[in-house]
């Protein structure tokens, strides 16, 4: 999830129309290419994919530079983990597998007419341009995890890079351009209308990861071209810790994942649900876990910072919300450090037992805080993840196995993780996406090939005209292998 700007219904501006006017030359040429090429062939697709491999190698270091320099401070090894690191796994998991995704798959004639030379398969064929709408939260990470399997399958793309992380958008947007010609891969940046005119091209598929506010738009944007869509939209994603669990390893692994970019991710725990009797002591495990990673904030390059002015207010105005109804705080901020100027670092602070209609509960949070919310038994906790929409993921700590399989059945989620957060992204085999409000459709994994391909079920007949009998004029041996199939 990505917080986007408001909706402004003002006109256009010049430079507006002329880069949706570029961004629609763009997508002809590449449509164009298409067509006169035809299908790339694996090798041309493993070179691409090779060559955005390359990228990321050649240019770590001034990736982590131009994303700490969007958000005022952010971890470099966290941007080598998130944005570097994952995007590599998905590149080199295409490039490893591209060659089988790509073979036709056999599937059992009908009626038995194999036996008669009759094949039935399915073939993957490239839809030709894919969008790719970028949120700020993962600049880099977001932009090429998904577009390996753009690649994979054949595709060409346009990238739409967020206008709240400007420095990288212009790094990617130059590096791209030095290995790509446009009509393999283009890069953009622009506010909410270049977002809206992005949304509005005729392309063949559309990448978006943002809010589901911001989705509603593209969809209906999309809805013109009849274009197909993959939604990723985080959510309040919550995370149950069943009742005698490690504590101190459940704390540790909770805020290991809350912490990566300053609790911006689109999967990061939203909530806890702890039983009431166990509430007391994770919460002091929770503030030793963060001394363990933490002796002080403001200043240490392992804590990010929020991205803009905007989200610090925004998160601030979360702990505002909760202090005034009187919610009880925990902030961790070991050194004793002022945050009220001159930084948009906030500490991780835990809010224990917020009401439902605290702003805090009723938002995704993006950012370090952490309500901790108390149940009776397990029951109630599940009934509580239930009555609010789907949320991207799902975390259960516990080592009660019956317990764990009871979560995982009677809740939905885009993913899950047992005794431990946010780990399913970095499983190279399995997809990634939502559900319900938290978005549809996956990539990864091979589902991205899958979902970024014509999937083209193709009926070769054989020589033998098996199926005269089933043409009129209908008689005897018509209605006798309509028998024979109605008992099969």
Not at 340 to 348: E, H
């Amino acid at each position: 999830m990505a917080v986007r700007p408001t909706d402004d219904a003002a006109a256009p501006r010049p430079a507006d129309d002329a880069l949706a006017s570029r961004m629609r030359d763009v997508l002809a040429r590449q449509r164009a290419a298409f067509l006169a090429e035809g299908t790339p062939s694996a090798e041309v697709r493993i070179e691409r994919i090779e060559r955005v491999i390359a990228l990321l190698l050649e240019n770590r270091t001034r990736i982590c530079e131009a994303v700490a320099a969007d958000f005022s401070w952010r971890s470099h090894d966290q941007t080598m983990l998130s944005d570097v690191l994952l995007s590599l796994a998905s590149l080199r998991h295409a490039r490893r597998h591209v060659r089988r995704w790509m073979r036709p798959r056999r599937h059992r004639a009908e009626f038995g007419l194999g036996w008669l030379g009759a094949r039935a398969m399915v073939r993957y064929q490239p839809l030709g341009s894919v969008g790719i709408i970028v949120p700020w939260n993962f600049p880099v990470g977001i932009a090429l995890a998904p577009l390996a399997e753009v690649l994979a399958a054949g595709n060409r793309a346009m990238i739409k890079l967020s206008e709240f992380t400007p420095v990288t958008a212009r790094l990617l947007i130059d590096l791209i351009a030095e290995r790509f010609a446009d009509i393999e891969i283009a890069a953009f940046v622009g506010d909410a209308r270049v977002g809206a005119a992005f949304a509005g091209l005729q392309l063949d598929h559309i990448v978006f990861t943002g809010s589901p506010r911001v989705a509603r738009h593209v969809m209906r944007a999309a809805a013109e071209n009849l274009t197909p869509l993959t939604l990723e939209l985080g959510g309040k994603s919550p995370t149950i810790v069943g009742k005698g669990a490690d504590l101190a390893r459940a704390a540790s692994r909770i805020w290991g994942g809350k912490a990566i970019n300053g609790g911006q991710a689109c999967i990061a725990p939203d909530y806890v649900l702890v039983h009431e009797s166990d509430r007391e002591r994770l919460i002091e495990c929770m503030v030793g876990a963060l001394t363990k990673m933490f002796a002080s904030l403001r200043d240490n390059p392992d804590y990010t910072a929020q991205v803009t002015p905007a989200q610090h207010a925004r998160v601030r105005g979360y702990v505002r919300d909760a202090r005034d109804r009187g919610v009880r705080l925990v902030e961790f901020n070991p050194a004793r450090e002022s945050f009220d100027s001159g930084t948009r670092k906030i500490p991780p602070t835990l809010l224990i037992d917020p009401p439902d209609d605290a702003l805090v509960m009723r938002e995704e949070i993006f950012g370090p805080l952490l309500p901790i919310l108390s149940y009776r038994d397990v029951d109630e906790a599940l009934a509580y993840v239930n009555a609010r929409p789907r949320a991207l993921a799902l975390y259960y700590f516990g080592d009660d196995e019956r317990e764990a399989e009871r979560v995982l059945a009677a809740t939905s989620s885009g993913g899950a993780c047992v005794n431990e957060v946010m780990q399913h992204v970095f499983q190279g085999e399995l997809p990634f996406g939502g559900c319900g409000n938290s978005g549809f459709g996956r990539y990864r994994g091979g589902e991205g090939f899958k979902a970024f391909s014509l999937v083209r079920p193709v009926y070769v007949a054989p020589r033998v005209d098996a199926l005269a009998v089933l043409r009129p004029p209908y008689g005897r041996a018509f209605r006798s292998v309509v028998e024979f199939l109605l008992r099969r």
